[in-house]
């Protein structure tokens, strides 16, 4: 079976509702088949997992979804081995690393995912589908005893992809930021995703859906402005 | 001899020329005795060393001050026992930190800065003279082997604070970055120091210098403004 995955840059665009924005794309990619995912609330820090696990199981609710949290299971690698589809939410980057790390979740994952069970994640839970964390944009609040995350491309997402920087601020623009990123790492792409969109994988096949094209950043080149519906295959590569 | 630390939220205001807005502290804070400081050029990622070298000293001999920097020694640890000054520059601070722990210098120059030396940093230079790098707004371009940093102070600071995001973006505001800070952190005290601020550090007195208050973050209190010239003694507790 082919690997299927929803990246989705942010839970919620300015003045929507809580997951509102993905909707459709998350009721398309899970199909019909599919009754019940697994959710991991581990990127919560000024919350409960209770209360996220309640907030994401209202909105999965009303697209026809069941949801369960790996934090209620005894045995989170079989709750993994058994689930249906996987769905990682957002928040805190570092600490959704941390608990992963800490739960030596990543390679049981990893095989999971790469075996066909489909992976939705938005904003913390996108970066954690790439080869590390290296392009977050949160707050290092904890350690999480190693940068890696689960690898399942081999290209770096940043999250809630920004232009430009408040006026009169002198800190480093986004852009900035990745062109670190990438001056160290020159042999990675880096997608940055903008608010609203959200990147489809099926296997080698990468599609950018939204409103809004992508900016992709490599190490000596210029950045590429990528629309929604253009060929994305190459940061497969 | 009294610890004294010099901790500059950014080296350029929007609009204005390279190190000019803390000038005057700068001359203030080393006087007239010391002659050449040792400059940490580390968080430069997209530059080189010798071209922050030549940047910073430009701006120091304006001031009377010479400068070497510690990448053109082939003894660390000696240079930094030797030095009458320290003067770490801003750029990425995981470059900085992953830098100074591969020289194994944390130690080196814990035991100068608190017998005495004088310290001034800028941006990532600011960071790392608090217990960790927690507080930093870089991108994690690399794995430092350890969040942690100098730690003179007690306290963290998030240097180039920032009040709003862009309009409709959705993303954490540094406050709430910063919220999650204190939760996974509650001990510690977090200094946001705005663009244009700096705190000077007399051993265990703290002032605020600038044009704009502070805003001060502690778990389970409501964040507190600072103006320039109030007591901040309490962030060292």
């Known amino acids: 079976?082919?690997?299927?995955?929803?990246l989705i840059s942010n839970s919620t665009n300015a003045g929507d509702s809580y997951l509102n924005h993905p909707r459709e794309q998350i009721a398309d990619f899970l199909g019909r088949e599919i009754r019940k995912v697994l959710f991991f609330p581990y990127a919560a820090v000024t919350f409960s997992y209770d209360d996220y696990l309640k907030k994401v199981q209202e909105?999965?609710?009303?697209?026809?979804?069941?949801?369960?949290s790996i934090h209620n299971f005894n045995l989170?690698?079989?709750?993994?081995?058994?689930?249906?589809?996987?769905v990682v939410g957002?928040?805190?980057?570092?600490?959704?690393?941390?608990?992963?790390?800490?739960?030596?979740?990543?390679?049981?994952?990893?095989?999971?995912?790469?075996?066909?069970?489909?992976?939705?994640g938005w904003s913390a839970g996108a970066n954690m589908a790439c080869p590390t964390i290296m392009t977050t944009n949160d707050m290092p609040v904890a350690d999480p005893r190693g940068f890696h995350a689960f690898h399942f491309v081999p290209f770096q997402i940043n999250p809630h992809y920004l232009d430009a920087n408040p006026e009169g601020h002198a800190g480093e623009t986004r852009q900035q930021r990745i062109e670190e990123y990438i001056t160290v790492?020159?042999?990675?792409?880096?997608?940055?995703?903008?608010?609203?969109?959200?990147?489809?994988?099926?296997?080698?096949?990468?599609?950018?859906?939204?409103?809004?094209?992508?900016?992709?950043?490599?190490?000596?080149?210029?950045?590429?402005?990528?629309?929604?519906?253009?060929?994305?295959?190459?940061?497969?590569?």
Chains 1, 2 share one sequence.
């Open 1 to 6: 079976m082919a690997m299927k995955l929803l």
């Open 59 to 68: 909105r999965f609710a009303e697209l026809g979804y069941q949801v369960d």
């Open 76 to 86: 989170p690698k079989k709750a993994v081995k058994q689930s249906d589809a996987i």
């Open 90 to 120: 957002g928040g805190n980057t570092w600490m959704l690393a941390k608990k992963i790390h800490e739960l030596d979740l990543v390679d049981v994952l990893r095989e999971k995912v790469l075996t066909g069970t489909p992976y939705i």
């Open 185 to 237: 790492n020159p042999d990675r792409y880096v997608v940055g995703l903008r608010e609203g969109t959200m990147l489809l994988v099926n296997n080698n096949r990468v599609e950018l859906i939204g409103k809004r094209p992508a900016r992709i950043f490599r190490f000596g080149k210029d950045p590429i402005e990528t629309e929604p519906g253009s060929d994305l295959n190459f940061v497969m590569e």
